[in-house]
């Protein structure tokens, strides 16, 4: 049980900070790469692409907390 938490919890990491690293900031971070961030491309406006990066993340997040919380009390 252990080991299964522990890769899913690599997994998450890893998509997470893929996740995060989505999200525009004042440069644009990596989002402006795919169009994210601007108004152009196939997202564009990105308000509707906006919301559901971040609805993603909150979840990815609560999932990373809660495999955390589990792994603790399992350990």
Do not use: Y
């Not at 564009?44 to 809660?66: D, H, K, P, Q, Y």
């Amino acid at each position: 049980m252990t080991t299964v938490l522990g890769v899913t919890q690599v997994f998450i990491c890893v998509v997470l900070v893929f996740l995060i690293l989505m999200h525009s900031g004042k440069d644009s971070g990596l989002s402006g790469a795919f169009g994210v961030g601007t108004g152009a491309g196939p997202f564009g406006g990105g308000s509707l692409v906006e919301r559901n990066l971040n609805r993603w993340t909150i979840g990815f997040a609560l999932a990373f907390v809660v495999n955390t919380i589990i792994l603790i009390k399992i350990s």
